[in-house]
Protein backbone atom coordinates (compact mmCIF):
# COMPACT_ATOMS: atom_id res chain seq x y z
CA UNK A 1 0.00 0.00 0.00
CA UNK A 2 1.17 3.77 -0.94
CA UNK A 3 -0.23 6.31 0.92
CA UNK A 4 1.18 9.45 -1.14
CA UNK A 5 2.14 8.23 -4.69
CA UNK A 6 3.10 11.47 -5.84
CA UNK A 7 6.12 11.42 -3.51
CA UNK A 8 7.80 8.96 -6.31
CA UNK A 9 7.76 12.49 -8.35
CA UNK A 10 10.52 13.27 -6.29
CA UNK A 11 12.71 10.55 -8.33
CA UNK A 12 13.38 12.63 -10.77
CA UNK A 13 16.32 14.59 -9.13
CA UNK A 14 18.01 11.60 -9.51
CA UNK A 15 19.10 12.72 -12.92
CA UNK A 16 20.86 15.65 -12.15
CA UNK A 17 22.16 14.82 -8.85
CA UNK A 18 23.88 11.94 -10.70
CA UNK A 19 25.04 14.76 -13.68
CA UNK A 20 26.78 16.80 -10.93
CA UNK A 21 28.14 13.81 -9.14
CA UNK A 22 29.53 12.71 -12.63
CA UNK A 23 31.21 16.50 -13.35
CA UNK A 24 32.36 16.77 -9.79
CA UNK A 25 34.08 13.43 -10.28
CA UNK A 26 35.58 14.56 -13.76
CA UNK A 27 36.78 17.67 -11.91
CA UNK A 28 38.25 16.46 -8.63
CA UNK A 29 39.97 13.52 -10.21
CA UNK A 30 41.97 16.52 -13.04
CA UNK A 31 42.77 18.75 -10.12
CA UNK A 32 44.23 15.67 -7.55
CA UNK A 33 46.52 14.35 -10.40
CA UNK A 34 47.77 17.38 -11.24
CA UNK A 35 49.15 17.95 -7.49
CA UNK A 36 49.65 14.51 -6.87
CA UNK A 37 52.10 15.16 -10.04
CA UNK A 38 52.58 11.70 -12.98
CA UNK A 39 54.83 9.71 -10.74
CA UNK A 40 51.72 9.17 -8.28
CA UNK A 41 49.23 9.51 -10.95
CA UNK A 42 47.75 6.33 -10.93
CA UNK A 43 47.94 5.50 -7.06
CA UNK A 44 45.81 8.39 -6.42
CA UNK A 45 43.82 8.02 -9.41
CA UNK A 46 42.59 4.85 -8.65
CA UNK A 47 41.76 5.53 -4.88
CA UNK A 48 39.86 8.61 -5.83
CA UNK A 49 37.71 6.99 -8.48
CA UNK A 50 37.04 4.58 -5.67
CA UNK A 51 36.19 6.75 -2.72
CA UNK A 52 33.83 9.26 -5.07
CA UNK A 53 32.13 5.63 -6.47
CA UNK A 54 31.19 4.65 -2.96
CA UNK A 55 30.39 8.10 -1.68
CA UNK A 56 28.43 9.01 -5.14
CA UNK A 57 26.41 5.62 -4.78
CA UNK A 58 25.74 6.15 -0.83
CA UNK A 59 24.78 9.79 -1.96
CA UNK A 60 22.04 8.28 -4.22
CA UNK A 61 20.46 5.71 -2.20
CA UNK A 62 20.20 8.30 0.17
CA UNK A 63 17.71 9.93 -1.82
CA UNK A 64 16.18 6.76 -3.10
CA UNK A 65 15.85 5.72 0.53
CA UNK A 66 14.27 9.49 1.00
CA UNK A 67 11.63 9.50 -1.52
CA UNK A 68 10.33 5.71 -0.27
CA UNK A 69 9.58 7.03 3.07
CA UNK A 70 8.02 10.26 1.81
CA UNK A 71 5.76 8.09 -0.49
CA UNK A 72 4.42 6.09 2.88
CA UNK A 73 4.74 2.67 1.56
CA UNK A 74 3.12 -0.05 3.61
CA UNK A 75 3.09 -3.78 3.86
CA UNK A 76 1.56 -6.56 6.48
CA UNK A 77 -0.13 -6.37 9.26
CA UNK A 78 -0.42 -6.62 12.94
CA UNK A 79 -3.09 -6.75 15.57
CA UNK A 80 -4.49 -4.67 17.51
CA UNK A 81 -6.36 -4.85 20.14
CA UNK A 82 -10.05 -3.00 20.66
CA UNK A 83 -9.45 -0.29 23.34
CA UNK A 84 -13.68 -0.19 23.95
CA UNK A 85 -16.45 -2.76 24.99
CA UNK A 86 -17.82 -3.68 21.90
CA UNK A 87 -20.70 -1.25 22.13
CA UNK A 88 -21.37 2.02 20.11
CA UNK A 89 -24.22 4.66 21.70
CA UNK A 90 -25.71 7.02 19.96
CA UNK A 91 -27.07 9.49 21.58
CA UNK A 92 -29.97 11.82 20.25
CA UNK A 93 -31.08 14.81 22.04
CA UNK A 94 -34.49 16.78 21.31
CA UNK A 95 -33.20 20.57 21.60
CA UNK A 96 -36.60 22.26 20.80
CA UNK A 97 -37.65 25.06 23.07
CA UNK A 98 -40.29 22.54 24.64
CA UNK A 99 -37.04 21.05 26.64
CA UNK A 100 -36.74 24.51 28.16
CA UNK A 101 -39.98 23.49 30.24
CA UNK A 102 -38.74 23.61 34.20
CA UNK A 103 -41.15 20.98 35.23
CA UNK A 104 -38.25 18.88 35.91
CA UNK A 105 -35.57 20.62 37.54
CA UNK A 106 -33.73 23.18 36.76
CA UNK A 107 -35.12 22.20 33.18
CA UNK A 108 -35.38 19.02 31.10
CA UNK A 109 -33.12 20.12 28.83
CA UNK A 110 -30.01 20.71 32.21
CA UNK A 111 -31.41 17.77 33.39
CA UNK A 112 -30.39 15.66 30.10
CA UNK A 113 -26.97 17.22 30.62
CA UNK A 114 -26.75 16.04 33.95
CA UNK A 115 -27.29 12.79 33.20
CA UNK A 116 -25.23 12.49 30.12
CA UNK A 117 -22.16 13.75 32.24
CA UNK A 118 -22.57 10.91 34.60
CA UNK A 119 -23.31 8.41 32.17
CA UNK A 120 -19.89 9.53 29.82
CA UNK A 121 -17.66 9.19 32.82
CA UNK A 122 -18.85 6.24 34.09
CA UNK A 123 -18.45 4.60 30.62
CA UNK A 124 -15.23 5.47 29.62
CA UNK A 125 -14.79 2.47 27.93
CA UNK A 126 -17.37 2.82 25.01
CA UNK A 127 -17.82 4.75 22.00
CA UNK A 128 -20.39 7.67 22.86
CA UNK A 129 -21.74 10.16 19.33
CA UNK A 130 -24.03 13.10 20.01
CA UNK A 131 -26.96 13.97 17.81
CA UNK A 132 -29.36 17.03 18.49
CA UNK A 133 -32.36 17.33 16.40
CA UNK A 134 -35.54 20.20 16.47
CA UNK A 135 -37.13 20.36 12.96
CA UNK A 136 -33.98 18.95 11.42
CA UNK A 137 -31.35 16.83 12.80
CA UNK A 138 -27.36 16.95 13.07
CA UNK A 139 -24.70 14.96 14.47
CA UNK A 140 -23.01 17.28 16.47
CA UNK A 141 -20.16 15.03 17.81
CA UNK A 142 -19.15 11.84 16.06
CA UNK A 143 -18.42 8.18 17.59
CA UNK A 144 -15.52 9.32 20.46
CA UNK A 145 -14.27 8.02 23.77
CA UNK A 146 -12.66 11.51 24.36
CA UNK A 147 -14.74 12.46 27.69
CA UNK A 148 -13.90 15.93 27.58
CA UNK A 149 -15.71 16.67 24.14
CA UNK A 150 -18.67 14.30 25.28
CA UNK A 151 -18.73 16.83 28.71
CA UNK A 152 -17.86 19.67 26.49
CA UNK A 153 -21.18 18.96 24.27
CA UNK A 154 -23.50 18.30 26.56
CA UNK A 155 -22.60 21.33 28.65
CA UNK A 156 -23.88 23.68 25.22
CA UNK A 157 -26.71 21.03 24.91
CA UNK A 158 -29.92 23.97 23.80
CA UNK A 159 -32.12 25.15 21.48
CA UNK A 160 -29.43 27.67 19.93
CA UNK A 161 -27.94 24.84 18.34
CA UNK A 162 -29.87 24.92 15.77
CA UNK A 163 -32.10 27.69 13.90
CA UNK A 164 -34.81 25.15 12.25
CA UNK A 165 -37.97 25.27 14.28
CA UNK A 166 -40.24 22.48 15.24
CA UNK A 167 -39.74 18.88 15.97
CA UNK A 168 -39.38 15.81 14.51
CA UNK A 169 -38.27 12.90 15.96
CA UNK A 170 -38.15 10.86 13.49
CA UNK A 171 -34.85 12.61 11.48
CA UNK A 172 -33.13 12.50 14.98
CA UNK A 173 -33.61 9.10 15.34
CA UNK A 174 -32.91 8.13 11.54
CA UNK A 175 -29.21 10.52 12.01
CA UNK A 176 -28.51 8.56 15.37
CA UNK A 177 -28.69 5.12 13.19
CA UNK A 178 -27.03 6.69 9.90
CA UNK A 179 -24.00 7.34 12.13
CA UNK A 180 -23.05 4.33 12.84
CA UNK A 181 -20.18 2.61 10.65
CA UNK A 182 -21.73 0.07 7.63
CA UNK A 183 -19.84 -3.36 8.44
CA UNK A 184 -19.26 -2.67 11.54
CA UNK A 185 -19.30 -5.76 14.25
CA UNK A 186 -20.17 -3.50 17.02
CA UNK A 187 -23.45 -3.79 19.17
CA UNK A 188 -25.04 -0.82 18.50
CA UNK A 189 -27.97 1.36 20.83
CA UNK A 190 -29.37 4.44 20.82
CA UNK A 191 -30.57 6.34 23.80
CA UNK A 192 -33.16 9.16 22.85
CA UNK A 193 -33.85 12.25 25.36
CA UNK A 194 -36.93 13.96 24.41
CA UNK A 195 -40.65 14.73 25.84
CA UNK A 196 -42.35 12.69 22.81
CA UNK A 197 -43.75 15.40 21.30
CA UNK A 198 -43.64 15.59 17.53
CA UNK A 199 -44.49 18.32 14.83
CA UNK A 200 -43.26 16.59 12.26
CA UNK A 201 -42.60 12.93 10.88
CA UNK A 202 -43.00 9.35 12.22
CA UNK A 203 -41.06 8.42 14.90
CA UNK A 204 -42.37 5.15 15.00
CA UNK A 205 -41.61 4.13 10.78
CA UNK A 206 -37.83 5.84 11.87
CA UNK A 207 -38.24 3.00 15.00
CA UNK A 208 -39.14 0.33 12.37
CA UNK A 209 -36.22 0.88 10.65
CA UNK A 210 -34.18 0.49 13.58
CA UNK A 211 -35.28 -2.69 14.86
CA UNK A 212 -34.52 -4.12 11.36
CA UNK A 213 -30.91 -3.31 11.87
CA UNK A 214 -31.11 -4.88 14.86
CA UNK A 215 -30.75 -1.28 17.27
CA UNK A 216 -32.54 -1.06 20.09
CA UNK A 217 -33.81 2.65 21.16
CA UNK A 218 -33.94 3.26 24.67
CA UNK A 219 -36.31 6.31 25.21
CA UNK A 220 -36.27 8.80 28.22
CA UNK A 221 -38.89 10.49 29.10
CA UNK A 222 -38.25 13.98 29.53
CA UNK A 223 -40.86 15.88 31.31
CA UNK A 224 -44.11 15.01 33.01
CA UNK A 225 -47.62 14.52 32.59
CA UNK A 226 -48.61 18.12 34.07
CA UNK A 227 -45.85 19.47 32.16
CA UNK A 228 -44.79 23.00 31.94
CA UNK A 229 -44.58 26.29 30.42
CA UNK A 230 -41.78 26.98 28.11
CA UNK A 231 -39.74 29.91 28.83
CA UNK A 232 -38.06 32.63 26.64
CA UNK A 233 -36.07 34.79 28.72
CA UNK A 234 -36.74 37.56 31.35
CA UNK A 235 -39.77 35.91 32.93
CA UNK A 236 -41.65 35.90 29.79
CA UNK A 237 -43.32 32.07 28.30
CA UNK A 238 -44.34 30.55 24.81
CA UNK A 239 -47.95 31.85 24.10
CA UNK A 240 -50.61 31.02 21.76
CA UNK A 241 -52.09 33.21 19.73
CA UNK A 242 -54.76 34.07 22.12
CA UNK A 243 -52.20 35.01 24.78
CA UNK A 244 -52.01 32.01 27.16
CA UNK A 245 -49.41 29.77 27.82
CA UNK A 246 -48.61 26.98 26.12
CA UNK A 247 -48.10 24.19 28.26
CA UNK A 248 -45.90 21.31 27.06
CA UNK A 249 -46.13 18.01 28.46
CA UNK A 250 -45.12 14.72 28.34
CA UNK A 251 -46.27 12.41 25.51
CA UNK A 252 -45.19 9.27 26.62
CA UNK A 253 -47.19 7.16 24.66
CA UNK A 254 -45.03 8.11 21.86
CA UNK A 255 -42.13 7.07 23.42
CA UNK A 256 -43.30 4.03 24.67
CA UNK A 257 -44.10 2.55 20.98
CA UNK A 258 -40.82 3.77 19.90
CA UNK A 259 -38.94 1.74 22.40
CA UNK A 260 -41.43 -0.95 22.30
CA UNK A 261 -40.98 -1.30 18.47
CA UNK A 262 -37.64 -1.14 18.36
CA UNK A 263 -36.70 -3.63 21.32
CA UNK A 264 -35.76 -0.95 23.69
CA UNK A 265 -37.57 0.41 27.11
CA UNK A 266 -38.72 3.54 28.21
CA UNK A 267 -36.84 5.11 31.01
CA UNK A 268 -37.61 8.37 33.13
CA UNK A 269 -35.61 11.79 33.14
CA UNK A 270 -37.14 12.37 36.58
CA UNK A 271 -36.14 8.62 38.34
CA UNK A 272 -32.91 9.69 40.39
CA UNK A 273 -31.49 6.55 39.34
CA UNK A 274 -31.86 7.06 36.11
CA UNK A 275 -27.76 7.37 35.04
CA UNK A 276 -27.14 3.86 36.99
CA UNK A 277 -29.58 2.37 35.08
CA UNK A 278 -27.92 3.28 31.66
CA UNK A 279 -24.75 2.40 32.93
CA UNK A 280 -26.91 -1.07 33.16
CA UNK A 281 -27.93 -0.88 30.11
CA UNK A 282 -25.08 0.06 28.22
CA UNK A 283 -23.15 -3.34 30.25
CA UNK A 284 -25.83 -5.48 29.00
CA UNK A 285 -25.52 -5.02 25.61
CA UNK A 286 -21.09 -4.61 25.77
CA UNK A 287 -21.49 -8.45 27.62
CA UNK A 288 -23.84 -9.85 24.78
CA UNK A 289 -21.64 -7.89 21.64
CA UNK A 290 -20.42 -10.68 20.00
CA UNK A 291 -17.08 -8.76 19.15
CA UNK A 292 -13.94 -9.73 18.48
CA UNK A 293 -11.10 -8.23 20.69
CA UNK A 294 -8.37 -7.45 17.93
CA UNK A 295 -8.51 -5.53 14.72
CA UNK A 296 -5.75 -5.50 12.00
CA UNK A 297 -4.20 -2.53 10.89
CA UNK A 298 -1.99 -2.37 7.68
CA UNK A 299 2.44 -1.64 9.23
CA UNK A 300 3.66 1.41 7.93
CA UNK A 301 7.20 0.70 6.94
CA UNK A 302 8.61 4.48 6.40
CA UNK A 303 10.74 3.76 9.27
CA UNK A 304 13.02 1.14 7.97
CA UNK A 305 13.09 3.76 4.91
CA UNK A 306 14.86 6.32 7.33
CA UNK A 307 16.73 4.27 8.75
CA UNK A 308 18.73 3.17 5.58
CA UNK A 309 18.59 6.83 4.12
CA UNK A 310 20.88 7.71 7.62
CA UNK A 311 23.10 5.01 6.78
CA UNK A 312 23.67 5.74 3.48
CA UNK A 313 24.51 9.28 4.50
CA UNK A 314 26.69 7.81 6.83
CA UNK A 315 28.73 5.73 4.92
CA UNK A 316 29.04 9.34 2.28
CA UNK A 317 30.56 11.07 4.96
CA UNK A 318 32.67 7.98 6.57
CA UNK A 319 34.15 8.11 2.40
CA UNK A 320 34.73 11.57 2.02
CA UNK A 321 36.17 12.52 5.46
CA UNK A 322 37.91 9.64 6.45
CA UNK A 323 41.58 9.83 5.29
CA UNK A 324 42.90 6.07 3.89
CA UNK A 325 46.24 5.39 4.98
CA UNK A 326 49.19 5.67 2.91
CA UNK A 327 47.49 8.47 1.30
CA UNK A 328 48.01 12.12 1.49
Not at 53 to 80: E, K, N
Not at 178 to 184: E, G, L, M, T
Not at 191 to 213: I, T, V
Request: proline share 4%; net charge positive.
Amino acid sequence: MIANPSGFWYLVLLAPLALLLFLRYREGRRDLIRLAGSWRAGEVGNVFVVKWFFSGLAIILFTVFTVLAITGISWGQYPVSTNYAGTDVSIAVDISRSMLAQDLFPSRIKRVSSVLREVVNANTGIRFDVVVFKGTAVEVLPATQDTEAMTSVADVLGPTMLTTPGTNIEQGLRTAVASFPAQDPNRHIVLLFSDGGSLSGDPLKAAREAAAQHIPIYAVACGTASGGPIPIGNGQYVEDSAGNRVITKLDLATLQSVAGISGGEVLKLSDPLLARKIDSIIGRHAASGSVGSYRFEIKEQYRVFVVSALLCLCVFLAVRIIRWKGIV
